[in-house]
């Protein structure tokens, strides 16, 4: 294979996984930046997102309803898991999220089970997804363009949203202070409810987004939580330029260590993550705490 | 409620512990069979397979009045896929609920963890899963058999299969764990063995989700063809993914082994897969048809890979129980020994020096078949037992 | 009397060291495994409620600890107390530089630096054939060395109960030593601990190096127990369960996360016997627990005294 059509594919595959980490991690940024909630659950809401996608997509035949029905889904499960349980924890430590979150991981994850069953499930893309083009006379799926596409406008749209509208401007504000917003007269409680739907909505697109290249199983989210920590970690818990950026690493790192040190693969990345957080203790792009 | 519970068990214990030095099992009553297996975690799926197959041997059995006269039960509990939880529930089976045979363990590192007890506990284990190499050899014990084709085994079918290709020049990607490495250690010298080559081979490691990067560096190597060991949900995004990226259009792809697990999933993308195969519905003989027959109609299902190794087990250990005409653990272990019957997979031999059993090996190939709403694994080579297993406690081909 | 009483606890554990003698064979198993458990807990306790370093990452000195055992055991036949008390101290010294990175580190930092060691722990583990058998683990570990009687079932069950006195003697004399007074002001107020002459870093970093000596004590005992060791040992989701153990029973109170590994241990133990679905049973119940419990089980037993 011509050295140059190598780099070129690798890189898009890099690029593919990267936009793929991006949706799993950018939610858990959010809720710790503004709530300083440790998700537990986060992985096993990815895994909810695919199996609602998958599902969503037999019964309807359309891939991209699956894409609504998933984050929708995984948001009313938020706003009602938010309100009935996060919501009386506030004031308490950060442990009292971090069992909260476990029991949710764990109920959820069963749920499935009992849902769908044992077996993994799957379903077809749709046929202007499914096809190839060819990067240097190697053929390349036109699906993982598609997500890093997905990928690419997810963040420049969250990065609007944060920056250009008022809710942006409340949400920095009450990752900044939260007493000062609700002093100002802003609903604290609504926020939260707010953005933990939206983190959780985000990571079951992630789920639908990823049943495509994986199918739908169970042992997907105890598999994904951790690269989504060391992500967020990476980049600096709370921000999201970190997070993107996180993405970006580890998707680079992954995809070129398994290539070139698939023995070493296993621990790099928590080689990887040691090393920035013993250099930056807060991430890449994170205030030290 | 809890305290008089442990009450209880308590008095019982002391009333019980002079009767310890009785046989662990009673030769009177329902025959109770141990079965510590992942029901949740990741490997959930296969064992729903273990489960419901000895529900429905169970079931098939004590319509026909039982073994010796007496109703088979069997004892399942969760593992989760982890040795230190299969140890526990194992051990109280034994201790607690009287059980001295136990089936169905799931990992291999489970089976191994649960084997050096089986003396202390004086119980017996039959494997119909656990398919590492080592289990039969520097780690044996004598209370250990093997009903299943072991890794080695299916490595061993293929790479005879493989003499007829035309293909010479292979790469091989699998799983880092000791089932992949050994059977990409056993292929490796069966290709050299008969004047094929490897030109490298991969390990991925385990939970690995995106496989592009080594769907690649398979395309840059550019073999005639690939080999991969790699089961579950590890081998369905890996077919997947190498369907997306056209991978089977450069080059024919063989497996380790063919579960109907992972090729069902990957849908027409596995149609051509040809690998080694522990067991498949497909078989054509009147035991496994009969056998195939009763699983669709009472669970309205197509066996796959470890209902066909879970029945052969409890069928293995049916037939010792009756050579037996008892139950303790030295009985059946003896009648274990050098046992020679027929199953669903053809006949068989359990050989005393390591309880592997001696079995045909099969290759099978990914197809269409009539009546069937996925591609199926058809057999397309059969080979004799003597040229499949390994020379006693040994993991590998010399 | 008070449930943190230290004779109260001392009692308490001589009574399970006593249950061992009394229950029949397979409840005197599963309690010698909930005591190492409880071990393992009192050891993370230091560290999650004493110093309020949340480690997400105990399964490595547990699983560090494990290994350390089991090799000089299996390979040069240590007798088994040396062998344990050689593994804590090896894991103990593995702990100065892994706990210098960590302690410069708080809040969840720490606890994912804490978890980014232990993973780097299970990849070698795993990937480390030769000397560790990789993914099929050590099995068939001897318990070198002991007598008849201290090898068998009971035997081995006073041995860590005796171990398990003796760690919880140790922690609770730490903690009420000027030493761990020292701990508890810079948990309190490090800039004030900082001005009247400590050093925050040094003080945490001390405590770090014996709460990772008590679980690779721990994790020894267990290698002992169960006579295999594999590379789930070192896996997340250990020092996920152990955490949950130590906030489910009430941090920075030594005896209320033993409660708290007790009470997961045998809950986890009985329903997934009951039901294949004890998860979701599991999981709801954390969900209550947390919301209604705010002080872990411990809160619940002295609210429980006051009325």
Redesign the interface.
């Known amino acids: 294979m011509d050295p140059l059509a190598l780099f070129a594919l690798q890189l898009l595959n890099a690029l593919s996984l990267s936009a793929l980490f991006f949706f799993l991690a950018v939610g858990l940024t959010l809720i710790f930046g503004i709530m300083r909630v440790v998700n537990f659950a986060h992985g096993a809401l990815f895994m909810f997102g695919a199996y609602v996608g998958v599902v969503a997509q037999t019964l309807s035949g359309s891939f991209i309803f699956s894409l609504v029905a998933a984050p929708l889904a995984a948001g009313l499960l938020g706003i009602a898991f938010e309100r009935s349980a996060l919501s009386r924890l506030y004031a308490r430590e950060h442990s009292a999220f971090l069992l909260v979150t476990f029991g949710l991981a764990l109920a959820l994850t069963e749920a499935i089970r009992l849902i769908w069953g044992a077996d993994a499930r799957q379903a077809e893309l749709p046929v202007f997804l499914a096809g190839i083009i060819f990067v240097m006379d190697e053929p390349f799926p036109v699906y993982r363009l598609f997500l890093i596409g997905a990928g690419v406008m997810c963040a420049l749209a969250c990065w609007a949203g944060l920056q250009r509208t008022r809710i942006g401007l409340l949400l920095r504000a009450a990752s900044q202070n939260a007493g000062m917003t609700a002093a100002l007269g802003n609903d604290v409680a609504r926020i939260r409810a707010l953005v933990f739907a939206l983190a959780c909505a985000l990571a079951a697109l992630g789920g639908a987004l990823a049943a495509p290249l994986l199918s739908a199983s169970l042992g997907l989210g105890s598999n994904v939580i951790i690269d989504a920590f060391v992500i967020v970690m990476i980049g600096g818990m709370g921000s999201f330029i970190g997070t993107a950026a996180g993405s970006l690493l580890l998707g680079f790192a992954q995809t070129f260590g398994n290539f070139y040190l698939p023995e070493l693969s296993l621990g790099m990345t928590y080689a990887v993550m040691i090393a920035v957080l013993v250099l930056r203790p807060g991430g890449l792009f994170g205030r030290s705490e | 409620m809890r305290n008089l519970t442990m009450g209880r068990r308590t008095a019982l214990g002391l009333l019980a512990a002079p009767a310890l030095i009785r046989p662990a099992a009673a030769q009177s009553g329902p025959i109770r069979i141990g079965v510590p297996t992942a029901m949740t975690g990741t490997w959930a799926v296969l064992g729903a397979q273990v489960v419901r197959t000895c529900r429905l041997w169970a079931r098939t059995v004590n319509a026909e009045g039982g073994l010796l006269g007496r109703p088979v039960e069997f004892l399942f509990e969760d593992t989760q896929g982890v040795p230190a939880n299969c140890l526990r529930k194992a051990q109280e089976m034994v201790e607690r609920d009287r059980v001295n045979i136990l089936l169905g363990l799931m990992a291999s590192s489970e089976a191994l963890a649960v084997m050096p007890k089986l003396a202390e506990w004086n119980a017996l284990f039959i494997s119909s899963v656990n398919g590492a190499g080592s289990i039969t050899a520097e780690h044996w014990v004598p209370n250990a058999f093997r009903a299943n084709t072991s890794g080695p085994m299916g490595a061993r079918a293929l790479a005879l299969w493989l003499r007829a290709a035309p293909q010479t020049e292979f790469f091989s990607l699998s799983l880092d764990y000791a089932w992949g490495r050994s059977s990409v250690e056993t292929f490796e010298g069966l290709l050299r063995g008969i004047g094929k080559r490897s030109i490298g081979s991969v390990f991925a490691p385990v939970g690995t989700r995106d496989y592009s990067s080594f769907i690649t560096r398979i395309r840059q190597a550019n073999p005639q063809a690939l080999y991969i060991a790699l089961t579950g949900d590890d081998g369905t995004a890996f077919l997947r993914q190498a369907a997306q990226f056209r991978l089977f259009e450069r080059m024919p792809v063989v497996t380790e082994t063919v579960d109907m697990l992972f090729t069902r999933p990957a849908g027409d993308a596995a149609i051509g897969l040809v690998g080694g195969s522990r067991y498949t519905f497909t078989l054509n003989n009147p035991a496994n048809a009969a056998f195939v027959q009763r699983f669709r109609s009472e669970l309205n299902e197509l066996p796959d890979t470890y209902d066909g190794e879970q029945w052969q087990a409890c069928e293995v250990l049916a037939t010792a129980v009756r050579k037996a005409r008892r139950t303790d653990t030295e009985a059946v272990v003896a009648a274990l020994r050098d046992l020679e019957m027929s199953s669903i997979k053809g006949p068989l031999k359990i050989r005393a020096c390591d309880g592997q059993a001696e079995q045909a090996g099969l290759v099978v190939r990914v197809d269409r078949r009539d009546g069937m709403p996925h591609p199926v694994p058809e057999v397309i080579a059969t080979y004799a037992p003597s040229e499949v297993t390994p020379a006693c406690r040994a993991a590998n081909f010399a | 009397m008070n449930a943190a009483n230290p004779r109260f606890v001392l009692a308490f554990i001589a009574f399970g060291g006593v249950l061992g003698f009394?229950?029949?064979?397979?409840?005197t198993?599963?309690l010698t495994?909930a005591l190492i458990l409880c071990l393992f807990a009192l050891s993370l306790d230091l560290l999650?409620g004493h110093a309020r370093l949340?480690s997400f990452g105990h399964a490595g000195p547990w699983g560090f600890g494990a290994y350390m055992a089991a090799g000089m055991m299996l390979a040069w036949q240590v007798p088994l107390p040396l062998a344990v008390l050689a593994a804590g101290l090896v894991t103990a010294l593995l702990a100065i530089p892994v706990g210098w990175?960590c302690v410069?580190?708080?809040?969840?930092?720490f606890?994912?630096?804490s978890?980014?060691?232990a993973?780097?722990g299970y990849?070698?583990v795993?990937?480390w054939?030769a000397v560790t058998g990789?993914?099929?683990?050590l099995?068939?570990i001897p318990r070198a060395g002991l007598s008849d009687f201290m090898a068998s079932r009971e035997g081995y069950h006073l041995l860590v109960t005796v171990v398990l006195a003796a760690a919880y003697v140790l922690a609770w004399a730490f903690v009420h030593s000027p030493l761990g007074r020292v701990v508890a002001a810079v948990r309190e107020n490090e800039q004030r601990a900082e001005a009247l002459g400590h050093d925050p870093r040094r003080i945490r970093l001390i405590v770090f190096v014996l709460s990772y000596f008590l679980a690779g004590v721990a994790g020894a005992l267990y290698a002992g127990f169960?006579?295999?060791v594999?590379p789930?040992?070192f896996f997340?989701?250990v020092s996920?369960h152990i955490?949950?153990m130590v906030?489910?029973g009430g941090?920075g109170t030594l005896v209320g996360p033993m409660l708290g590994a007790l009470a997961f241990f045998y809950v986890e133990?009985e329903l997934?016997?009951l039901t294949?679905?004890?998860?979701?049973a599991?999981?709801?119940?954390?969900?209550f627990?947390?919301?209604f419990a705010?002080r872990g089980l411990m809160g619940v037993l002295q609210g429980l005294r006051r009325t």
């Open positions: 009394v229950l029949p064979n397979h409840a198993t599963l495994e999650v949340t990175l410069r580190t708080g809040g969840v930092t606890a994912m630096l978890l980014a060691f993973q780097l990849a070698v795993f990937k054939n990789g993914s099929d683990g099995p068939g169960a006579r295999y594999s789930e040992l997340w989701t996920g955490l949950v906030v489910l941090a133990h997934s016997a294949e679905s004890w998860g979701l599991l999981g709801i119940m954390f969900i627990v947390v919301i705010p």
